[in-house]
């Protein structure tokens, strides 16, 4: 079965960092390019980051640039997310996705169950 | 950054209806565009990638049209399972944008 699992949210204290884990299973990681997308409370989807399949290539939103260090590990099969000086407005789910080619359009076609990232005092 | 604006935000329909979404870029985006559908609790799920190809397994009552800048989700006749939220994404270049969501509630 295609999957991907998340892991390693938790509530975390203003200007704190976290590192989370997309764990990938059913399918050949190192062939995707992969990204993070995060959902605040009640609120819409914002895309965040993304990696190339070597890694070689990453993109981030203005809002974590700087803060966020996206990288993968193939041999693990596994994505990271790691989050530095974070703030109450990074309190979010995170979701990992799967970055799919269907000839020349893209979409995200595989997405984790989330994992919780609460940031307070 | 390009920026997509869904209308409605939110609509309330009875199973049997026709519902249409729309999903307007601020820019040209060719086809570029995806839809989702996200119900409580869960990860978005791909309905529709290209602005018009249904992803394997996603019933035909949806469907995808447009190009550009103005696209639209349609749903031919509202299934109880169907009511959650809706967003378009695009790809046209990063940062790749979603919309801001439209939520079908029952009637």
């Known amino acids: 079965e295609v999957q991907l699992v998340e892991s390693g949210g938790s509530l975390v204290q203003p200007g704190g960092s976290l590192r989370l884990s997309c764990a990938a299973s059913g399918f050949t990681f190192s062939s995707y390019e992969m990204n993070w997308v995060r959902q605040s409370p009640g609120k819409g989807l914002e895309w965040i980051s993304y990696i190339r399949f070597s890694g070689d290539i990453k993109y981030y939103a203005d809002s974590v640039k700087g803060r966020f260090i996206i990288s993968r590990d193939n041999a693990k099969n596994t994505m990271y997310l790691l989050m530095s000086s974070l703030t109450v407005e990074d309190t979010a789910v995170y979701y990992c996705a799967r970055d799919r080619w269907f000839g020349e359009s893209q979409a995200f076609d595989i997405w984790g169950q989330g994992t919780m990232v609460t940031v307070s005092s | 950054a390009i920026q997509l604006t869904q209308s409605p935000s939110s609509l309330s329909a009875s199973v049997g209806d026709r519902v249409t979404i729309t999903c307007r870029a601020s820019?040209?985006?060719?086809?570029?565009l995806a839809w989702y559908q996200q119900k409580p609790g869960k990860a978005p799920k791909l309905l529709i990638y290209?602005?018009?190809n249904l992803d394997s397994g996603v019933p035909s009552r949806f469907s995808g049209s447009g190009s550009g800048t103005d696209f639209t989700l349609i749903i031919s006749s509202l299934q109880p399972e169907d009511f959650a939220v809706y967003f378009c994404q695009h790809f046209n270049s990063y940062p790749v944008t979603f919309g801001g969501g439209t939520n079908v509630e029952i009637k």
């Open positions: 820019q040209g985006i060719s086809s570029a």
């Open positions: 290209g602005a018009t």
